[in-house]
């Protein structure tokens, strides 16, 4: 039996994930340039969310790391040519 404040600690965790998840889809949806490829997948190009014109140098930090996160977590996947086009494989959902 688990002790209930770890149930709430573990219901928390699990949240948070959940949450992360939504906020790396959300951002990417976002900031990206979504484009439609032929096979009839939508495909994000992630150079505007790293562009240095366009955002300081920790919103690109940031960025990166939601990227990174992203694609640990198996919520995107790369091209494996054009690194920079991702495309969603999980959608961002709460709960």
Same mark, same amino acid.
């Given at each position: 039996m688990i002790a209930?404040? $770890?149930l709430q600690d573990l219901q928390l965790v699990q949240q948070a994930f959940a949450l992360a998840n939504a906020r !790396?889809? !959300?951002d990417i949806e976002s900031v990206c340039v979504p $484009? %439609?490829?032929a096979d009839g997948l %939508?495909?994000?190009d992630t150079r505007p969310m790293l562009d240095p014109r366009e955002h300081a =140098?920790? !919103?690109i930090d940031m960025a990166a790391? @939601? $990227?990174a996160y992203a694609e640990a977590c198996g919520l995107i996947r790369r091209d494996a040519v054009l690194r920079h086009m @991702?495309?969603?494989t999980q959608p961002g %959902? @709460? =709960?």
């Open positions: 209930p404040h $770890l !790396a889809i !959300a $484009l %439609r490829a %939508r495909w994000y =140098g920790e !919103a790391q @939601v $990227l @991702v495309c969603i %959902r @709460v =709960g």
